[in-house]
């Protein structure tokens, strides 16, 4: 198949691209670095500097929508909240009019979300069909899902996507401090809702294949844990790991609103892969860091 991924360059992007490759599919990467393309997500890859190189007569069968403005590395002024705005949401409706415009349809189109859609909830499970909860984050997500909806004639995916553990960066890297302490944040119950990056590519794979399966789509692990339990795994895992406690009040002066993003959580339970009959490799928390973590 011809696949279009924005933000193929990132910590999900890379992975998905090699993989899709060793499936033999055609990639079109669209980077601001189109230059590095080859070199992050492999030779044979094509990039796109910009989606005014989509001609209408131009071919893709499936686009993963991923780019956007990392959220958590810089203060959130008004200047950055828009700026994570626009990576995500004007990026998006710049692709859903270059859908419009193509002569021939893609199949499906998979675009980014997060489980930030359903703010801060305690211990509530939520599923798909749980609604949207308050702040920023959530805000962000729920303008995000509603410009991939405006894209007609295709089958669309929502990814709420869950903290995706991977060797390369991403919430393991915060939370594992070079001097080999696992941090816990503030008080500890709040829930995280992880993935293992190999299920979250496999998972891209399914949801490419399985034609039932359309809207939003929990990107998580069956066994979410709360923080307290993923410190105490992660020292479990990493032998010779501290357990360090960073203090709520600490958090919310060095990371004001952002602070919102370690310690408030979502219990998410990702009910519309398990009915596609999706096995997870990694369904629980000491195997994915096992794995992680291993060599
Ligand atoms: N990783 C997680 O735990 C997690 C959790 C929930 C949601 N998500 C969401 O899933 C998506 C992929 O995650 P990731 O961890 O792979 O992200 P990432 O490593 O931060 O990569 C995102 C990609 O987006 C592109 N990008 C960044 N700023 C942009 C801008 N201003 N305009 C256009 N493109 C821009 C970059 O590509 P170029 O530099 O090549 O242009 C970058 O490679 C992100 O949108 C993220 O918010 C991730």
Redesign the pocket.
């Known amino acids: 198949m011809r696949i279009l991924i924005?933000?193929?360059?990132?910590?999900?992007?890379?992975k998905l691209c090699r993989l899709l490759h060793e499936k033999g599919h055609q990639i079109t990467?669209?980077?601001?670095?189109?230059e590095?393309?080859p070199e992050?997500c492999g030779a044979a890859v094509k990039a796109f500097a910009s989606l005014d190189e989509w001609q209408p007569d131009t071919v893709f069968d499936v686009i993963i929508n991923?780019?956007?403005?990392?959220?958590a590395d810089k203060a959130w002024s008004e200047k950055r909240r828009q700026?994570l705005l626009?990576?995500?949401v004007a990026?998006t409706e710049k692709l859903v009019d270059k859908i419009a415009r193509a002569r021939v349809k893609p199949a499906v189109f998979l675009s980014?979300?997060?489980?930030?859609y359903y703010g801060n909830r305690y211990d509530e499970a939520l599923d798909e069909s749980s609604n949207a909860g308050q702040g920023f984050a959530a805000d962000l997500c729920i303008a995000w899902e509603q410009a991939a909806l405006q894209a007609q004639g295709m089958r669309v995916c929502l990814?709420r996507?869950?903290?995706?553990l991977?060797r390369d960066?991403?919430?393991l890297a915060k939370m594992l401090l070079p001097l080999g302490m696992g941090v816990r944040f503030g008080s500890g119950m709040q829930w995280m809702s992880w993935i293992h990056i190999d299920d979250y590519t496999q998972l891209i794979l399914r949801l490419i294949a399985d034609e039932q399966t359309n809207g939003p789509v929990n990107m998580t692990a069956p066994n979410p844990v709360n923080n307290r339990d993923f410190t105490r795994t992660l020292v479990d895992v990493q032998h010779g790991l501290a357990a360090f406690s960073a203090p709520s009040a600490l958090l919310n002066l060095m990371l004001g609103e952002r602070a919102g993003l370690l310690l408030e959580g979502q219990r998410v339970l990702p009910n519309k892969v398990l009915a596609t009959g999706y096995s997870f490799r990694y369904p629980d928390l000491s195997s994915a860091l096992g794995n992680l973590l291993s060599a």
């Open positions: 924005t933000g193929g360059t990132g910590l999900i992007g890379r990467v669209l980077s601001r670095r189109p590095s393309v992050k991923l780019a956007g403005e990392p959220i700026a626009d990576s995500r990026l980014g979300s997060a489980i930030g990814l996507t869950g903290l995706v991977s960066g991403g919430i």
